[in-house]
Nanobody, 120 residues
Framework: QVQLVESGGGLVQAGGSLSVSCAAS????????MGWFRQAPGKAREFVAS????????NYADSVKDRFTISRDNAKNTVYLQMNYLKPEDTAVYYC?????????????WGQGTQVTVSS
């Protein structure tokens, strides 16, 4: 059974940095597109960033572009999200996802989420 386990969330002040990780339970996801989504209280889940299986192509939501960086280490079955210059509006539960398709519209697998809170 495929599992995605996020870690690294927490509390940080505005302007600070935080990194979250997502470990996959199987090497099978090495050929999947991996992504991060987030859901703030009272809001719909939204796309944050994605990366192709080789790690050569990345996509970002406009709201995080130039502040967040997604990367992956296939040898460790892990994908990362480095978040810099964090803003209070970045506060949300961050979810890792794996999708066979580059669109990331209907991910095949989801993690349980990790809370990121940015204080002003």
């Amino acid at each position: 059974q495929v599992q995605l386990v996020e870690s690294g969330g927490g509390l940080v002040q505005a302007g600070g940095s935080l990194s979250v990780s997502c470990a996959a339970s199987t090497r099978a996801l090495r050929t999947y597109y991996m992504g991060w989504f987030r859901q703030a209280p009272g809001k719909a889940r939204e796309f944050v960033a994605s990366i192709d299986w080789r790690g050569g192509t990345t996509n970002y939501a406009d709201s995080v572009k130039d502040r967040f960086t997604i990367s992956r280490d296939n040898a460790k079955n892990t994908v990362y999200l480095q978040m810099n210059y964090l803003k209070p509006e970045d506060t949300a539960v961050y979810y890792c996802a794996a999708d066979w398709s580059a669109s990331m519209r209907r991910p095949n697998y989801w993690g349980q989420g990790t809370q990121v809170t940015v204080s002003s």
